[in-house]
């Protein structure tokens, strides 16, 4: 067991540029998640998978956000033409049958 | 619409001395309860939960009290250490797999 794994830790990009952020959930785990935070606040949901379906999407989730998750492994989530309100940190976690939900180290984005 | 509030944004104790975090919530359909603890530029690590069947759930140095009828749940650490300082999230959900609902945090200074 590894953790949750996500990739890149960093990225700064400029306004109008598409980002993509990498999850590796825990292995096993059916269940994948993404969560948004920006400074002073809590994490915010932004979307949900169980296996390869996507079930429920924030209306955080605007229509330049997409996030996939394939073969039920890895997920990508995909910010299209960013703005300077994307920048926050970009949280993944993961979660079996049980109730707790771990998350990964997280990704942060600058939009200059 | 908060449905979680954390209303310390901050606290300050003693080392050795007792921490007392504290969180309200607002959906009676939440039926399970985790603190995470989360340090500068790091994801949320998962620390310790309560189901809504219990009062109280302890683990070492940490215990989650739940007060159902005051929808109201609080996280206590004793004794606490240096190294407890952190921001302490309250999160909720409805049901099992569902996304988790967070409050504001709570920013917990331990001084030596």
């Known amino acids: 067991d590894t953790g949750v794994s996500q990739n890149p830790r960093h990225k700064i990009t400029k306004r109008g540029q598409n980002v993509t952020f990498r999850c590796d959930p825990i292995s096993e785990h059916n269940r994948l998640y993404w969560y948004r935070q920006t400074l002073g606040q809590g994490p915010e949901f932004l979307t949900y998978?169980?296996?390869?379906?996507?079930?429920?999407k924030s209306r955080l989730l605007s229509d330049r956000f997409s996030a996939e998750r394939p073969k039920g492994s890895f997920s990508t989530l995909e910010i299209q033409r960013t703005e300077q309100g994307d920048s926050a940190m970009y949280l993944c976690?993961?979660?079996?049958?049980?109730?707790?939900?771990?998350f990964g180290e997280g990704s942060w984005l600058t939009v200059v | 619409d908060q449905q979680v509030k954390q209303n310390s944004p901050s606290l300050s104790v003693q080392e050795g001395r007792i921490s007392i975090l504290n969180c309200d919530y607002t959906n009676s359909m939440f039926d399970y309860f985790l603190w995470y603890k989360k340090y500068p530029a790091e994801g949320p690590t998962f620390l310790i939960s309560i189901s809504s069947i219990k009062d109280k759930n302890e683990d070492g140095r940490f215990t989650v009290f739940l007060n159902k009828s005051a929808k109201h749940l609080s996280l206590h650490i004793v004794p606490s250490q240096p190294g407890d300082s952190a921001v302490y999230f309250c999160?909720?959900?409805?049901?099992?797999?569902?996304?988790?609902?967070f409050g504001t945090g709570t920013r917990l200074a331990v001084r030596p």
């Open positions: 998978f169980q296996n390869e379906a996507q079930l429920e």
């Open positions: 976690a993961s979660s079996s049958r049980a109730d707790t939900i771990y």
């Open positions: 999160a909720s959900r409805r049901s099992s797999g569902d996304k988790l609902t």
